[in-house]
């Protein structure tokens, strides 16, 4: 996903909330909060869209805590195997796990952004493989009698897609389906015309 201002997945991944616990009063807009207050006050607590969130922080009017779907209990059933988790219930907007994260990482300093980074780059990389196995036999999963809990599993694992593996998964099999049928065409010409 690139930061492109025309990017929908970027829109997206900026309309992501994030909670921020105000250090500082700021005036006028306690409309933020969805409350009747016109002020906020120090020490509110209050989901914020990441778009205004880069303001707030860098102004150091807030803290940043880190969302939910990148704490503790993610990162550990990530390290248990990354494979089991449902990246696109962990963010709404079409499940840009990796879009929201990258975006929080680019806030972060230094060494929490490191954490972050390798914590995205182990869950990507942990995945990649079943991401790209299942699109290449996608559509022969039921045909070979694959049934039960590992179809089941199989399942399970492509509804919980990032947007990001979804996408990649949509190229595998089209590449798949070309070399397959880059192959059959170069097999008939091969053999040649039949006498």
């Known amino acids: 996903m690139d930061n492109d201002y025309f990017s929908i997945d970027a829109i997206l991944a ?55 779907p990148f704490g503790p209990r993610v990162r550990n059933a990530l390290k248990a195997d990354p ?59 039921g045909a070979l009698g694959v049934t039960g809990s590992a179809l089941d599993t199989a399942q399970s694992f492509r509804e919980g897609l990032d947007g990001t593996e979804r996408e990649l998964f949509a190229l595998a099999q089209e590449s798949s389906k070309r070399t397959k049928r880059w192959y059959e065409s170069h097999d008939k010409t091969r053999q040649g015309p039949r006498r």
């Open 83 to 141: 494979r089991s988790v449902r990246l696109s219930a962990l963010v709404g907007a079409g499940g840009l796990w990796y879009g929201f994260g990258k975006m929080i990482m680019d806030i972060l300093d230094d060494e929490q952004a490191n954490i972050m980074s390798d914590v995205l780059t182990k869950a990507f990389r942990g995945r990649l493989t079943e991401v790209i196995d299942q699109a290449q036999h996608f559509a022969t999963l």
């Open 14 to 68: 900026e309309n992501q909330k994030i909670q921020c616990t105000f250090k500082v009063d700021v005036p006028e807009v306690g409309h933020l909060g969805g409350g009747n207050d016109r002020d906020i006050k120090a020490p509110a607590k209050l989901p914020i869209p990441m778009w205004l969130a880069y303001i707030v922080l860098l102004s150091e009017w807030a803290d940043l805590t880190i969302p939910a």
